[in-house]
Every structure is written in structure tokens, then in C-alpha cells.
């Protein structure tokens, strides 16, 4: 079938121009190509492509500019992003046609590698996968957003692309019988045996390796052509060199790798390094704890004196982060990654947020003093195990507020000339930077010395660190306020038809990282200005949506509908999906095409839930209710309780957390606790005696288990996951809250009481602020705890934990901007975003108030 590209439409976003073919059938997803080109070459390709398009049926899109492309291509956005500067949805049983005419008119041309799909001819840019046609997303089970692809059997498979090349499993590959280049036994002509991989970037891999003439072990640093290329036409390959070029100046330097070997396959290229130690010290902090007292000063030391090698042979490292200090097994420290170093003041251009980029320099020769603001965020790194904060435009504020997060984790006089000595080194001014490595280097930063940290770093260095928020009655006001503005103004953009089709990404529909959780929480708010307007504005976007969604409460239309039915919004459909013969009501199975899963956030305990709150809604006489709905909503639930007491719906298998890790099978959105509530909150809206039987179990069950967890959460190397609402203790301490008060039975609440003093120690070296894995859910705990034993300690605790999330967040204090689970951005979900953090701070002002999920 032929045809012109003038017959077809057109338009364009701030990413993407279109085509569009009006012969293309409807697709949700299939076969697509991608055409890589470099930046400077995007319209050339586009003039090669656009014809052979023209001879077939199909849609497709180009990056916008070569701008636009060089950010695709530099992996910021993500590794599936780069290469792709155009993207063809074929017709069905064209893509292996249309693939080879691309071939033939882009042979011999160049662009970065896709990593996420396979090349259909090695001499052409030209690649394949199976992925979506159309945007169709929903939160997935650890709270990503999915770009969900639906088999002929109802198997789903996420369809975003990733860092390797997949398919699911309905889809036979159509160029499968085509001959691919064997991949050999190894790198460097198989002399280099790679053995482990160390990191997996769009810029390119970093092995682990056995040189087999030397038989020594070393590291293999791969540079890939042509990504992040810059405007001077230097790309990652550029960087590594540069890189060799620094190590041979650094030959023989103590705390550094030797380069040893550099070679080119294809068009990517790759440097041969000794192998300084399998642990950094990012690794080190997250397994075994922050730093603390002698080892904290012994590292900063230790550092210092690499850093003053380093500097002596004229290198300025330019990169030091946690991520780069590789610790052996005697703790001495490495340095690696000198990718973007300076030798005699040149060097590429690049820098790390938060720790090298807040001092890099426009002009002028990079400087050692540099190297030191970069050392003072690594050292507050590993005496808290939280990064720079970074969402806030102004560097200052984001300076000022990672040093008062230092002064919650490190509060006291023990700690004042450490807190001083980061401040200083924290500086904007490099002369008190440099000031404050030398009082460092002559250990006169140590107590007793007679420099006062009360009176806070030296002259212009910025704030005292641990100088703290006073968070009163006015300030919480103000801030519910104005955050309240900010999740209405985000309700408004979802709904506005013309910042939908500039997003790159649709707004998700449900509860917990979409439309439905922004909604539920502003129905708290109808009273401020400007809420009505937007909640109705959100329900009627909502309910219009055409979304592919599970039965799930947290991630799929039971909690839609309950959004609708508090914004009395009828959902479509909605008496299909309260009847238990529709397979809309409950799963069929699980994702992955087993029993259905019992958990709260995707599966029966989740739904249960959400029938039970509908239930509730139903009985309270809404005008627009239809009769009947409770008793049909409770049947549902009822449905649910039978699935999980006959074990058709069952809890995924995880496996045995080693020590230090967060215990998922406990935790509430995957685990027993999650399960244990909705039995709990069954039993006691109906009162049937087995299922008030069934309740105590499980609760006896999660009680018996929490010493444990609690006891683990305490170990040196716990991780600060254990606090957190939707795997650690804010989420198993709330459901003990709940069983003390419906089972009579006291003792679960001083267990939960444990757990919110446990989380309590946790929260200063908590990195989020959200509902999900962050603070507010720890704060959500203290306000349950606090209502319920009447003890103003756990009132105290919950404003402590507001104020932390201050010091994590930007803005000012009455006017903060709350990051999401990307800590560079704000956006205004519940589980990730500002919602959920409106939604502590509401029920901390009202000392109480409705809790989302909880039947109060």
C-alpha cells in the first residue's frame, strides 16, 4: 500500500514532532523501530526516513531538535531514552519491510547505541523491540510506573523500556532468524574475562574482569559512542580518555587505580584499571550504618590526604561522591572515576548534583578548593547516609538545608567541631573551604581546640549546622496552606487538555501515584480556596480516562471509584464492578500469571478494603448513591475474605532479608500486615464470629513477629527502610494501633508505641519525605500513636518529624517545596509526592483527622 506524508497529520509537543497515518489500525502495542542519530545529523536522517515512511502504513515521531535530542541522548532522562531520535509504529506485518528499507537508506550512518532493543543490520542505526503504541500507565508493585502491555491471555508485561533488550512472551521475534555477531569469549581480543559487572549506565558498562595474561583481577570501563554528546561534539569516549590521560598523570599516586590497558571494539572504547575493592562507600553506609565518632574522623583524614596527592600532581578530581570512594578491605580509601578531572586546570565539562556541581565553574581553570565542598557533602553522606538535598533552585538553600539535616543526625556538643568542619568545607567561599581542610590536616578542627562551632563556621561559610525549625501553630498553617495551593495548581494542570498532550508521560488514575490520591486528599480541603473547583475538575478528568486497570485499591479502580463516589462522581461502570461475578471486581490471578495476590496495594486485601469505605460512603445516604450499593460492596469484600481464607489469593513469596534489610513479608502494602488489616477491619464491620476469629489470628500472628523486626531495625547495618509506612514499622505499628483499639487488647499498642520511638531513631537519616518509603509516613504513625495512648511524646515526635521534613525539602519554611521519590522535582501524588505530605501535616495540625485506607 503506498501513500504521501502530506495525506497525513502532524503536530508536536515539547519533546516529540508527529505523524500520524489515518489507514493505521488502532494498536496498544506491537513491533516498533528506532532510528539513533547524532545530534547534528537529526534533520538528515529525518529527510532519509520521512520517504520510505510515505510507502508504508504507520505512525511516527522524531525528536523535536537536535537540542532536544542531545538530552535523550545523554541518558538524563533515562538509559531507554537514548538513541532514539526517530520512533516508526508499523502496521501489523510490516515492521520486518520497513525495518530493511530503513536499512537501506541509513547504511553507514552513525548514532548511539539503544540499548534497550536489538539492531536490526550492524551497518545501519536501525533497531527493534515489542513495546507500547499507546500510553497506558499504572503504578506497578514497588510504586514505578508502569507502561502495562496486556497479552492475549490477560498476562501483563511492562512495557518501558530498560537498560537491555526484552519481549514478553506472546510476542515471537520477527527478525529472530537473522544471523547475530557472537558476542566472543571475552573483551580486549578475550584477554579480559569479565567476571561480575561493577555498574550498568547508558554512558556505558563497568565490569569486573580477570586479565588472563596476568591473571589479575581488574576493572573494565566501557565508553559507548556517541552518548551524551556535547555541542563541541565530544561524547563519552572524550570523557574516557580524559580519564587516562588523568591516571598516567596520577601514576604511582597511593588511593588511586593505574590505568593499564585502553582499547576500541567497534566504536566503543574501553580502559583497563586495577581493581581498588568491591565496596564503595555509598554501599558501605547503606549496609553497615553512618560513620560515627573515630572512624568518621578517621575517614575524613584519610580522605584529605588522597585529595593531597591528588592535588600535588596537578589533578583536581572534580567527582568525588560517596559512589566514588572505594573502601579495601583494611577501610583504606580509593578514589575512582576521573572522568571529568582537571589537569593543569582543563578538563570536560560535567559534575555531580549536590556535591561537585554546586561550586562548578562557568569559567576559569578548576581549582583544589573545588575538590572540598565535594569532601564536605561526602563526609555528611557518611555520617547520615542521606545525599545533598537538591530540589530547590537556589544552591544555597539546598547547602543550608543538607546542614541542618546533618545537625538532627549528629545533634549534641560531641558533635559540634565535626558539624563546624562540614560547614566550613560546605562553603560557598573557597577560601574558608580551604580554611577549613587545613584545620583538617593539622587536626585542629578536634573538641577542645578552641574553635567555637555555638557560634557556627567560620566568617561567611552559611548557616550553623543542627540550628533547627521552630515549627509553631502559625508556621504549620501557613505551610498546609500554601501546600494545599501547590496540590490544587497540580490538580488543574493534570486536567488541563493542553499540558496533557505536552507530558511525555499520561497522569496515572489511581490512588497511589495519580489522579485518585491527589483527589482524595483535597476532599479534606474542600473548605480552602479554589478546592471544590479543582476536585470537581479532577473527578470528571478521571472518570473520563480509558485506562487498562487492575481491581487493585492503592493501584487500580477500587480506589478510583472511591475518589468518585467522594467527589459524588458516578464511575462508569461501576455496577459491574461491584458485582463478584465480574472479573472487574476481583483477579483472576497475579501479574505474573499466577494465584491472585493477597497483598494491600495491588491485590484481595487492598480490595477489601476499598469495598469496605465504599460500603461505608453507600451507607451514609449519598443523594446519588444508588440503593443496594453498600450491601453489594460488602459483598465484595466478603468475596475477598473467603479468597484469602481458602489461600486462592496469596502473599508473594518474599525471600529471607539477610541482616540490615527491611522485612517485606512483615511490612503493610506487600506483607502480613497489610493482610492482617483488612481482616482486622472485616471483622469488625461485620461482626461475624469466624471472621472476628480470623482477625485476632492475624493480628497474634504480626504481634508475635514485630520484637524481631524491631530488633533487627536496631542492628548497626539496619537500613533506614525499616521506618518506613509501606515495608517497615510506621506501617506495622499503624495496623497494631487499629487491632489495640478493635481487639481490646492494650498490648499491641505498646508494641506499636515501640515501633514509633523505633522510627523515631530512623527518621534523621530517612532521604524522602513522602507517605511511600519517606518521613510522612513515619509522621502518619506518630499522629495514630499519639491519639491513641494520649502521651504528648509521640505529639512531639510527629512535629519533629515535620520539621525534619523541612530540612529535606526547598522553599522557605512557611512556603516549602516537598520533593518527590526523584528528590530533584515536586509533584503533588500521594504516595510519592506532596499529597501524602499535606496529608500528615493536616492530621498534625487537627491532632487527628481521617487517615487514607484507614475505616475511622
Not at 123 to 128: G, L, Q
Not at 130 to 143: I, K, L, Q, V
Not at 703 to 730: H, I, K, N, Q
Request: aromatic share 6%; charged share 25%; with cysteine.
Amino acid at each position: 500500500m503506498t501513500g504521501s506524508i502530506a495525506g497525513r497529520s502532524g503536530g508536536s509537543d515539547d519533546t516529540w514532532s508527529y505523524l500520524n497515518d489515518p489507514r493505521m489500525p488502532a494498536m496498544e502495542h506491537g513491533w516498533k523501530l528506532h532510528v539513533s542519530a547524532r545530534p547534528g545529523e537529526l534533520e538528515a536522517a529525518v529527510a532519509l526516513v520521512l520517504p520510505v515512511l510515505a510507502r508504508h502504513v504507520c505512525h511516527a515521531k522524531w525528536a523535536r531538535d537536535p537540542e532536544t535530542l542531545r538530552e535523550l541522548n545523554s541518558g538524563a532522562r533515562s538509559a531507554g531514552s537514548v538513541g532514539k531520535a526517530i520512533t516508526v509504529y508499523p502496521a501489523p506485518g510490516t515492521v520486518v519491510a520497513l525495518a530493511d528499507e530503513l536499512v537501506a537508506v541509513l547504511r553507514g550512518r552513525e548514532g548511539p547505541p539503544v540499548v534497550s532493543d536489538r539492531r536490526v543490520d550492524p551497518h545501519a542505526p536501525v533497531y527493534y523491540r515489542y513495546g507500547p503504541f499507546t500510553g497506558d500507565y499504572r503504578t506497578g508493585r514497588s510504586g514505578r510506573l508502569e507502561s502495562v502491555m496486556t497479552g492475549p491471555d490477560g498476562q501483563l508485561f511492562d512495557g518501558l523500556a530498560g537498560a537491555s533488550y526484552r519481549r514478553p512472551p506472546w510476542a515471537e521475534d520477527p527478525f529472530e532468524h537473522r544471523t547475530r555477531p557472537r558476542t566472543g569469549a571475552g573483551l580486549g581480543g578475550g584477554r579480559y574475562l569479565v567476571t561480575g559487572g561493577i555498574a550498568r549506565k547508558p554512558q556505558g558498562n563497568v565490569y569486573r574482569a580477570l586479565d588472563r595474561a596476568t591473571r589479575a583481577p581488574v576493572v573494565v570501563k566501557q565508553a559507548r559512542a556517541f552518548v551524551a554528546e556535547d555541542e563541541s561534539g565530544a561524547d563519552t569516549r572524550d570523557r574516557l580518555r580524559n580519564e587516562r590521560r588523568i591516571l598516567r598523570a596520577l601514576d604511582g599516586v597511593t588511593g588511586v587505580p593505574r590505568a593499564l590497558d585502553y582499547f576500541r571494539h567497534r566504536t566503543d572504547e574501553y580502559l583497563v584499571m586495577t581493581d581498588c575493592g568491591a565496596r564503595d562507600l555509598r554501599r558501605t553506609v547503606q549496609q553497615d550504618g553512618p560513620y560515627r565518632d573515630d572512624a568518621l574522623q578517621d575517614l575524613a583524614a584519610r580522605l584529605l590526604r588522597v585529595l593531597d596527592d591528588v592535588h600535588r600532581r596537578g589533578v583536581v578530581v572534580r567527582d568525588l561522591k560517596p559512589d566514588n570512594v572505594v573502601l579495601d578491605s583494611s577501610l583504606r580509601c580509593r578514589l575512582v572515576d576521573f572522568g571529568i578531572s582537571a589537569l593543569d586546570g582543563a578538563a570536560p565539562d560535567g559534575s555531580t548534583p549536590g556535591y561537585s556541581g554546586p561550586v562548578r565553574r562557568g569559567a576559569g581553570a578548576a581549582e583544589a578548593a573545588d575538590d572540598y565542598y565535594a569532601l564536605g557533602a561526602t563526609l555528611c553522606f557518611a555520617a547520615t547516609g542521606l545525599d545533598p538535598v537538591l530540589v530547590d533552585t537556589d544552591p544555597a538553600v539546598n547547602r543550608d538545608r543538607t546542614l541542618l539535616g546533618l545537625g538532627r543526625a549528629l545533634p549534641g556538643p560531641e558533635h559540634r567541631a565535626f558539624r563546624a568542619l562540614v560547614g566550613d568545607l560546605m562553603s560557598f567561599d573557597p577560601k574558608v573551604r580551604a580554611a577549613g581542610a587545613e584545620r583538617l590536616r593539622t587536626g585542629t578542627h578536634a573538641p577542645g581546640n578552641g574553635h567555637s562551632a555555638d557560634s557556627g563556621p567560620s566568617a561567611g561559610s552559611g548557616p550553623v549546622p543542627g540550628r533547627r525549625f521552630r515549627l509553631d501553630d502559625g508556621l504549620l498553617t501557613e505551610i498546609i496552606d500554601h501546600t494545599t495551593a501547590f496540590c490544587v495548581a497540580e490538580a488543574h494542570r493534570i486536567t488541563d487538555p493542553t499540558a496533557a498532550a505536552r507530558a511525555a508521560v499520561p497522569t496515572p488514575i489511581d490512588v497511589y501515584g495519580g489522579s485518585s490520591g491527589l483527589g482524595l486528599e483535597l476532599l479534606h480541603h474542600r473548605h480552602r480556596p479554589g478546592v471544590r473547583d479543582a476536585v470537581e475538575a479532577l473527578a470528571h478528568w478521571t472518570a473520563g480516562q480509558s485506562r487498562n486497570l487492575s481491581p487493585g485499591f492503592y493501584s487500580g479502580r477500587t480506589g478510583v471509584e472511591l475518589f468518585l463516589a467522594g467527589a459524588h462522581l458516578d464511575p462508569v461502570g461501576a455496577s459491574a464492578d461491584t458485582d463478584t461475578t465480574s472479573p472487574s471486581a476481583l483477579p483472576l490471578s497475579g501479574p505474573g500469571g499466577g494465584p491472585p495476590e493477597a497483598d494491600l496495594i495491588e491485590g484481595v486485601a487492598g480490595i477489601g478494603v476499598g469495598r469496605l469505605l465504599l460500603a461505608r460512603h453507600a451507607a451514609a445516604g449519598d443523594a446519588r448513591t444508588p440503593g443496594g450499593h453498600a450491601e453489594r460492596h460488602l459483598a465484595v469484600a466478603a468475596a475477598c475474605a473467603r479468597m484469602l481464607a481458602a489461600g486462592t489469593a496469596r502473599l508473594t513469596p518474599s525471600r529471607t532479608d539477610p541482616a540490615g534489610r527491611a522485612a517485606l513479608a512483615e511490612g503493610l502494602a506487600h506483607g502480613e500486615a497489610g493482610v492482617a488489616y483488612f481482616l482486622l477491619e472485616y471483622g469488625h464491620a461485620t461482626g461475624d464470629p469466624t471472621a472476628v476469629r480470623r482477625a485476632r489470628t492475624a493480628c497474634a500472628r504480626l504481634a508475635a513477629v514485630t520484637p524481631d523486626v524491631l530488633a533487627a531495625s536496631a542492628a548497626p547495618g539496619a537500613t533506614r527502610r525499616y521506618g518506613s509506612w509501606c515495608r517497615g514499622l510506621a506501617g506495622i505499628g499503624a495496623v497494631l494501633v487499629r487491632a489495640a483499639d478493635r481487639l481490646a487488647a492494650p498490648e499491641y499498642l505498646a508494641l506499636a508505641e515501640d515501633a514509633a520511638r523505633r522510627c523515631a531513631d530512623l527518621a534523621p537519616r530517612m532521604p524522602l519525605v513522602t507517605q511511600c518509603c519517606g518521613l510522612a509516613g513515619v509522621g502518619e504513625l506518630m499522629v495514630d500513636v499519639a491519639m491513641a495512648s494520649g502521651k504528648a511524646e509521640f505529639w512531639d515526635a510527629a512535629e519533629t518529624v515535620a520539621a525534619i521534613i523541612l530540612c529535606r525539602s526547598g522553599g522557605t519554611p512557611a512556603r516549602p517545596v516537598f520533593p518527590d521519590t526523584g528528590l530533584t522535582r515536586s509533584s503533588a501524588t500521594w504516595a510519592g509526592g506532596s499529597a501524602g505530605v499535606l496529608a500528615f501535616l493536616r492530621r498534625l495540625h487537627d491532632r487527628g483527622g481521617p487517615r487514607l485506607g484507614l475505616l475511622d
